[in-house]
C-alpha cells in the first residue's frame, strides 16, 4: 500500500508542490536537463561493459512514495567516492527468455529478482523481446562493510551496460537517462550514474520521466574524507520498512526539501552539505530507532564518541553515515584529521578523486565475462 493511504499527517499535496518547485529552480539555475529520447538498436549477442562507484549521502532518503515506480518521497544528494568500483557487462539474446544474473562469481538470487523487476519494467516500455545476460563484479577496498553504498555502484553499472546494449554509445553517455533505469535496480544508483556532486530529482506525485539524477556540483577537492568501514548484516529494505513507520518520518521528510530549496541557490555549497550530512545522519538513526531498529553498533558508536568529543574541542571535522555503522569523515584540513585519527586504531581509508582504478581491472575482468558467456551458450 503507497505509504500516503495510511499517513494521517504527511501533507502530500505540500511535498508535491515543494518538488514542482525544486524542479523549476533547477531549470533556471540549469541544473536541470529535459529527458532525452532513444530508440532500441538491437544487435543479437551484442555485449556491452560499463563501470561505477559508490556515492555517500549527505541529504539521504529512507522509504518510497510509489513503490512500483521506485520513486521516493523527498529529492537525495550524494558526492562520488572511491572506496569500491563495480564492473558490469550485459548481453542481450533475441531467441531467449530467461535472463542470467551472476555476481562476483555467483548467481545471487537477490540481485536476481531486483534486476528481473527492473528489466520487466524496461521491457514493457521499449517493447523489447529477448533475455539478458549480466556478469557484474564488485572490487572493494576493504573486505567487508556496511554502508558504503556497493549497491548503488552495481545499479548504475549495470543500467549503463544494458542502456549501452540497448541504445548505443549516445545513450550510454547520458548520465541522466541512465539514472532512469538505474533507479529501478536501487534507489541510490540515479546518483551513482554522476561524477562529482548529484541529486536525485523525486517527490511525491511527479513525472516519472523526471524522476532521475542531475550533477550539481564538481568534485570538491579541497575537501579530504575517509571511512571507518564496519558491518552490519541488517540490509537497507529493513531501514525503508521501518523508518516509514515512525512518528518522526514525516517531519523528517519535509525538512529534506527545505534543505534543498536552500542549497540551489547558494549552488549546492559544500559547506552546507557537510552540515546537512551529518545531521541527517543523526536524524536518520533518531527516526530507525523510534521503531526499534539500530543500526549502529558497538565500534561505530564508540567511533561517533570520540568524533563528537574530538568535535566539542575543535573545529573543522564532519561526519556522516548511511543505512550502516560506516562512519564517514571530511574536513578541508588534511592536519583535523590526521590530528582525529591519532586517537582511534579502527581501520580506516583514505578517500581520493582517482576514479580509474577500473582500468587496471578491465582486461582481466573482460575475459571473465568471455568464458561465462561462451559457458552459458553452449549449455
Known amino acids: 500500500m503507497l505509504r500516503w493511504l495510511i499517513s494521517d499527517c504527511m501533507d502530500i499535496t505540500r511535498l508535491h508542490e515543494a518538488g514542482e518547485k525544486i524542479k523549476e529552480m533547477l531549470k533556471k539555475t540549469g541544473y536541470y536537463s529535459e529527458p532525452n529520447t532513444y530508440q532500441p538498436d538491437l544487435s543479437d549477442g551484442k555485449i556491452s561493459f560499463s563501470y561505477a562507484y559508490p556515492i555517500k549521502a549527505f541529504e539521504k532518503f529512507l522509504g518510497y512514495y510509489d513503490s512500483e515506480n521506485r520513486v521516493a518521497f523527498n529529492p537525495s544528494i550524494s558526492m562520488r567516492t572511491d572506496f569500491s568500483f563495480c564492473l558490469a557487462a550485459c548481453r542481450y539474446r533475441k531467441d531467449e527468455d530467461k535472463d542470467t544474473i551472476v555476481l562476483d562469481g555467483e548467481s545471487d538470487e537477490k540481485y536476481y529478482r531486483k534486476a528481473k523487476f527492473a528489466l520487466d519494467k524496461f521491457r514493457h516500455e521499449y517493447s523489447i523481446k529477448g533475455s539478458f545476460d549480466f556478469y557484474i563484479r564488485r572490487y572493494r577496498r576493504y573486505q567487508r562493510a556496511k554502508g558504503l553504498s556497493e549497491s548503488s555502484a552495481v545499479a548504475a553499472a549495470v543500467s549503463r551496460a544494458l542502456v549501452s546494449t540497448?541504445?548505443?554509445?549516445?545513450?550510454?553517455?547520458?548520465?541522466?537517462?541512465?539514472?532512469?533505469?538505474?533507479?529501478?535496480?536501487?534507489?541510490?544508483?540515479?546518483?551513482?550514474?554522476?561524477?562529482?556532486?548529484?541529486?536525485?530529482?523525486?517527490?511525491?506525485?511527479?513525472?516519472?520521466?523526471?524522476?532521475?539524477?542531475?550533477?550539481?556540483?564538481?568534485?570538491?577537492?579541497?575537501?579530504?574524507?575517509?571511512?571507518?568501514?564496519?558491518?552490519?548484516?541488517?540490509?537497507?529494505?529493513?531501514?525503508?520498512?521501518?523508518?516509514?513507520?515512525?512518528?518522526?518520518?514525516?517531519?523528517?521528510?519535509?525538512?529534506?526539501?527545505?534543505?534543498?530549496?536552500?542549497?540551489?541557490?547558494?549552488?549546492?555549497?559544500?559547506?552546507?552539505?557537510?552540515?546537512?550530512?551529518?545531521?541527517?545522519?543523526?536524524?536518520?538513526?533518531?527516526?530507525?530507532?523510534?521503531?526499534?531498529?539500530?543500526?549502529?553498533?558497538?565500534?561505530?558508536?564508540?567511533?561517533?564518541?570520540?568524533?563528537?568529543?574530538?568535535?566539542?574541542?575543535?573545529?573543522?571535522?564532519?561526519?556522516?553515515?548511511?543505512?550502516?555503522?560506516?562512519?564517514?569523515?571530511?574536513?578541508?584540513?588534511?592536519?583535523?584529521?590526521?590530528?582525529?585519527?591519532?586517537?582511534?586504531?579502527?581501520?580506516?581509508?583514505?578517500?581520493?578523486?582517482?576514479?580509474?582504478?577500473?582500468?587496471?581491472?578491465?582486461?582481466?575482468?573482460?575475459?571473465?565475462?568471455?568464458?561465462?558467456?561462451?559457458?552459458?551458450?553452449?549449455?
Open 166 to 379: 540497448v541504445f548505443g554509445d549516445d545513450a550510454a553517455a547520458d548520465d541522466v537517462f541512465v539514472s532512469r533505469y538505474a533507479r529501478l535496480v536501487s534507489g541510490s544508483g540515479t546518483r551513482a550514474a554522476h561524477d562529482g556532486i548529484s541529486m536525485w530529482l523525486s517527490y511525491p506525485g511527479m513525472d516519472i520521466k523526471d524522476c532521475a539524477a542531475f550533477k550539481v556540483g564538481e568534485n570538491q577537492k579541497r575537501i579530504h574524507y575517509g571511512v571507518f568501514p564496519k558491518y552490519s548484516d541488517i540490509p537497507t529494505d529493513s531501514a525503508h520498512r521501518v523508518a516509514m513507520n515512525s512518528i518522526f518520518y514525516d517531519r523528517w521528510v519535509e525538512e529534506k526539501f527545505n534543505n534543498v530549496l536552500r542549497l540551489i541557490p547558494e549552488r549546492f555549497d559544500i559547506d552546507d552539505l557537510l552540515k546537512i550530512g551529518e545531521s541527517d545522519m543523526l536524524r536518520l538513526n533518531s527516526v530507525l530507532m523510534s521503531e526499534g531498529l539500530v543500526i549502529q553498533t558497538a565500534e561505530s558508536i564508540r567511533i561517533i564518541h570520540e568524533i563528537l568529543k574530538f568535535k566539542s574541542k575543535n573545529d573543522g571535522l564532519y561526519f556522516t553515515a548511511d543505512t550502516g555503522p560506516s562512519i564517514a569523515i571530511f574536513s578541508s584540513d588534511r592536519s583535523i584529521i590526521d590530528e582525529f585519527r591519532e586517537n582511534v586504531e579502527d581501520e580506516y581509508l583514505d578517500g581520493t578523486y582517482n576514479f580509474d582504478e577500473y582500468k587496471s581491472k578491465m582486461s582481466e575482468f573482460s575475459r571473465e565475462v568471455q568464458d561465462y558467456f561462451m559457458h552459458i551458450s553452449t549449455r
